[in-house]
């Protein structure tokens, strides 16, 4: 049976991860590649590294932190940040990623989605929604430029659009709940999740395993993405996996 | 040597680097002649089928590849290159395959599941493959696809793996192996099949 996936989520800024690792047994915690060497021993099912550096040289040191990491973990890795034209998906792809997730450039131009999964193959297409409830009304909206500005679109009616134009998952971020602790937005999450056919990735809100839980049923996710309730020790992946196993919940054992 | 066929379609860093971890030497190559030469073929691959099989024509691969399955080298397709070995595909409209293995490649059925089927899910050994000696059945490997193949004869199926369906997740005949899932993403049960396939002779 198919096994839903854990995914830590790294933000990664000039080479270095932020907002510190609360690792104490890692010897250097900023390290991405150690940080993801921790995560793959430790039973996750893929790795996300978030690149949020701003300048041209940090993206060369990024590429570099991806090669390093790929030639040491032989599980998926997905790379997001800044992903804006063909080759910088030649340039992540060469650097040993699976997949790259893409935001404010599949909004700003939808076909480059279209493109690029003919180019590369849906398989490596992963379009990441920054989804905030709507003021006043139903729905929600989509953000890009890191959550800075509203896109004018429908999150399901955008999740439809970019599964037809050869999405191959959808990393679904609430912002509504990310840094809450509070949980996963599960109305949200169903709904995509009810709207396409793609896998659905879950992200933004967790601060509990019961929330990774409610994710993964209520919410109808295929996959949980989290980043502080690991990063910061507060459970371990181990732990995780073990209580969603005895929830019934499909997951691969470590 | 360990030949990794490069026609220019997938990731083949990671191959390169789990073989590498696995104790295996590999080589990347788009070189004819060093196809030929090689001991072990490796035929990875991701992206659309036709595309795969214009890119194997344009370089001119597929009679060193054909030549060398049947000569009995150690083969291994991974993903596409597993696709590939089949008849034909359904992928944007009907196209031929390298026909080493008689059979189609067609989509998952449109249902309750999710398509592309992602994710780690479990591998049923039917036999006693060689490359799978040292993994239990039933182990997870890792998957990324929404096309799958169908064998004409059964007995080429080495693994199955239940998606709904119940699908063909490897095929094997003589030194000829070739798997939908991705041992270079499979971590500890992943590189085991690389190290074996390595030591093939």
Same mark, same amino acid.
């Given at each position: 049976?198919?096994?839903?996936?854990?995914?830590?989520?790294?933000?990664?800024?000039?080479?270095?991860?932020?907002?510190?690792?609360?690792?104490?047994?890692?010897?250097?915690?900023?390290?991405?590649?150690?940080?993801?060497?921790?995560?793959?021993?430790?039973?996750?099912?893929?790795?996300?590294?978030?690149?949020?550096?701003?300048?041209?040289?940090?993206?060369?040191?990024?590429?570099?932190?991806?090669?390093?990491?790929?030639?040491?973990?032989?599980?998926?890795?997905?790379?997001?940040?800044?992903?804006?034209?063909?080759?910088?998906?030649?340039?992540?792809?060469?650097?040993?990623?699976?997949?790259?997730?893409?935001?404010?450039?599949?909004?700003?131009?939808?076909?480059?989605?279209?493109?690029?999964?003919?180019?590369?193959?849906?398989?490596?297409?992963?379009?990441?929604?920054?989804?905030?409830?709507?003021?006043?009304?139903?729905?929600?909206?989509?953000?890009?430029?890191?959550?800075?500005?509203?896109?004018?679109?429908?999150?399901?009616?955008?999740?439809?659009?970019?599964?037809?134009?050869?999405?191959?998952?959808?990393?679904?971020?609430?912002?509504?709940?990310?840094?809450?602790?509070?949980?996963?937005?599960?109305?949200?999450?169903?709904?995509?999740?009810?709207?396409?056919?793609?896998?659905?990735?879950?992200?933004?809100?967790?601060?509990?395993?019961?929330?990774?839980?409610?994710?993964?049923?209520?919410?109808?996710?295929?996959?949980?993405?989290?980043?502080?309730?690991?990063?910061?020790?507060?459970?371990?992946?181990?732990?995780?996996?073990?209580?969603?196993?005895?929830?019934?919940?499909?997951?691969?054992?470590? | 040597?360990?030949?990794? +066929?490069?026609? @220019?379609?997938?990731? =083949?860093? *990671?191959?390169?680097?789990? /073989?590498?971890?696995?104790?295996?030497?590999? &080589? %990347?190559?788009?070189?004819?002649?060093?196809?030929?030469?090689?001991?072990?073929?490796?035929?990875?691959?991701?992206?659309?089928?036709?595309?795969?099989?214009?890119?194997?024509?344009?370089?001119?691969?597929?009679?060193?590849?054909?030549?060398?399955?049947?000569?009995?080298?150690?083969?291994?397709? +991974?993903?596409? @290159?597993?696709?590939? =070995?089949? *008849?034909?595909?359904?992928? /944007?409209?009907?196209?031929?395959?390298?026909? &080493? %293995?008689?059979?189609?490649?067609?989509?998952?059925?449109?249902?309750?599941?999710?398509?592309?089927?992602?994710?780690?899910?479990?591998?049923?050994?039917?036999?006693?493959?060689?490359?799978?000696?040292?993994?239990?059945?039933?182990?997870?490997?890792?998957?990324?696809?929404?096309?799958?193949?169908?064998?004409?004869?059964?007995?080429?199926?080495?693994?199955?793996?239940?998606?709904?369906?119940?699908?063909?997740?490897?095929?094997?005949?003589?030194?000829?192996?070739?798997?939908?899932?991705?041992?270079?993403?499979?971590?500890?049960?992943?590189?085991?099949?690389?190290?074996?396939?390595?030591?093939?002779?």
């Amino acid at each position: 049976m198919l096994a839903r996936r854990i995914i830590p989520c790294l933000d990664v800024k000039d080479g270095r991860v932020v907002k510190g690792i609360g690792f104490v047994d890692l010897k250097d915690a900023g390290n991405p590649v150690e940080a993801a060497r921790f995560y793959n021993d430790e039973g996750a099912d893929a790795i996300c590294f978030l690149d949020i550096t701003a300048s041209h040289e940090g993206r060369g040191t990024f590429f570099k932190v991806v090669e390093e990491t790929s030639a040491e973990i032989f599980m998926p890795l997905t790379v997001g940040g800044g992903i804006r034209s063909p080759d910088d998906i030649r340039k992540s792809l060469l650097a040993g990623a699976d997949k790259v997730s893409i935001n404010t450039s599949a909004v700003e131009n939808p076909d480059f989605i279209r493109d690029a999964a003919r180019r590369f193959g849906i398989q490596c297409i992963v379009v990441a929604i920054d989804a905030k409830r709507k003021q006043g009304e139903k729905g929600w909206e989509v953000y890009t430029h890191g959550g800075r500005k509203p896109a004018g679109l429908d999150v399901l009616s955008w999740a439809k659009q970019m599964e037809s134009f050869g999405a191959g998952e959808i990393l679904l971020t609430s912002m509504d709940r990310d840094g809450t602790c509070e949980g996963y937005d599960l109305e949200l999450t169903r709904s995509v999740a009810d709207a396409v056919k793609i896998p659905v990735i879950a992200s933004g809100g967790v601060g509990t395993l019961e929330h990774l839980y409610e994710g993964l049923t209520v919410g109808k996710a295929d996959a949980v993405l989290a980043a502080s309730i690991f990063h910061y020790r507060r459970h371990t992946i181990k732990e995780a996996k073990e209580y969603l196993i005895k929830k019934g919940v499909p997951i691969r054992p470590i | 040597m360990i030949a990794i +066929i490069d026609y @220019g379609m997938g990731n =083949l860093r *990671s191959v390169h680097n789990a /073989f590498k971890k696995a104790g295996r030497e590999a &080589v %990347i190559t788009s070189d004819r002649e060093a196809v030929s030469r090689a001991s072990h073929l490796v035929l990875p691959g991701v992206g659309a089928f036709s595309e795969c099989m214009d890119h194997l024509r344009s370089t001119g691969l597929i009679a060193p590849i054909l030549e060398g399955i049947q000569r009995g080298k150690p083969f291994l397709g +991974i993903c596409l @290159g597993f696709q590939l =070995l089949f *008849s034909k595909s359904e992928e /944007f409209g009907e196209h031929q395959g390298l026909d &080493v %293995i008689s059979g189609e490649v067609k989509k998952f059925p449109d249902g309750k599941l999710k398509v592309p089927h992602i994710g780690w899910n479990q591998v049923r050994f039917t036999g006693s493959c060689p490359v799978f000696k040292g993994i239990p059945s039933d182990a997870y490997f890792y998957f990324d696809h929404s096309y799958y193949a169908i064998p004409e004869k059964e007995g080429v199926t080495a693994s199955w793996t239940d998606y709904g369906i119940k699908f063909t997740s490897s095929v094997w005949r003589d030194n000829l192996f070739a798997c939908q899932f991705h041992p270079e993403k499979s971590q500890t049960s992943g590189l085991k099949l690389l190290e074996n396939f390595g030591g093939l002779t």
